[in-house]
């Protein structure tokens, strides 16, 4: 063992020295493999990847010596050329859009690939955070996602196949009337996506507590399909009324007990009916917008998402978010438009919510005057046998 010692002090002694000559006499760089608690097959990885390393192309931090060369490039192409008097800025802009359009993207074009293969999102890259590979230029969206880059291009970029695009987001935007719903589903049909409205999404979310969607002034509930009223029917609305009516005398015992909403409830039944902002970390923990884009179904298959965003604070969450939509539609309508479509429509609910009152409301009646004719009949029959029964006994006596 003591030997040993003295052989391991010596080549540590004398590497340095060996270091700087094989750096400094031949084209190589010494590549050192710590072998402590490894096994031969993970020392013969290490030593196989580090081997490998030296042979592939790397990336780097697009700096100041890339911005020269592309200068210099740009300077050769000019050469030759007619020159035409530009001054100052004008100069200045001109020579940035050139160096842009000569400088050749990578597969991803002007995203980020890092959040594209970790995400399936189409973020726009920031040109001021490049890096270079294969003598192309990525952008990227933050310098943490470059840093990712630079240690493993070959994990972001096109291989043998070609990358694939993330599926197809649509935000459905416009004014109550312009008929998003109807669009937005026809939509979603032909496009073999899904189809997510905002708003129905918020009212499941509280349904369970408000037992009815939450309106905002001015909106009409859905009309349901009419019922027909049986007898049965008839009578357990009468018993309820004469119940009510009962209990009303008594209120303080029979009152119900207020249904309590959690803080997130509480703005999400704001936002529905008076369109109070909603905070951002109700759409994302409470909400999960983010869902959308990273989970599964809709990750993989794409969706058409209507009414969001509808403030601007919502705008800023799905940019802070790198939440971003392949396009956005807007439905234009003008006010007398929306006037003709939707009008009528509310006038004929109007009526038959009025008839069904109406004819529920005979229907009761009928009954109450049919019950009140059963009764007096009855207590008629049983005036007279009661009379009948005195005179039987009357002459008996």
Partial sequence: M???KVLKNEFEKNWPAINSAIANGLPIEPKIIQIADQTCDD??????????????????????VDMDEEEEDIENDQDGE???????????????????????????????????K????????????AAKYREKTYYLSSAEAREDFIADPKDFVAGSKCLEPPPLRILLLGPRGAGKTIFGKELSKELGIFYISFMDRLQELVLAKTKKPILKAGEDEELEEEKTLTEDDISAIIAAEAKLAESDANKSENEEIPVEFTEDEEAVKNYLAEDEPLHQDVLEAFIKIGDWWHQEPYKSSGFVLEAFPHLRDEVSFLQSNGLYPDCAVVLNIEEEDVIKRLMPAR????????????????????????????AMDKRREEILAE?????EER???
């Fill in 387 to 391: 009379r009948e029964a005195r005179k």
């Fill in 118 to 129: 970790r995400n399936g999102v189409l973020f726009p890259g920031n040109s001021e955070i």
């Fill in 395 to 397: 002459i008996r006596r």
């Fill in 347 to 374: 006038i004929k609910l109007w009526r038959t919510k009025r008839d069904r009152k109406l004819r529920k409301k005979n229907m009761i009646k009928e009954r109450k005057a049919a019950d009140r004719a059963k």
């Fill in 2 to 4: 003591e030997a040993y």
């Fill in 43 to 64: 020392i013969l990885d290490k030593t196989t990847k580090e081997i490998e390393t030296q042979f592939t192309y790397k990336a780097w931090e697009f700096a100041g």
């Fill in 82 to 116: 007619d020159e035409v008097g530009t001054v100052g800025g004008e100069e200045e802009e001109e020579e940035d859009v050139l160096k842009k359009k000569k400088r050749p993207l990578g597969d991803t074009s002007h995203y980020c690939p890092v959040e594209l």
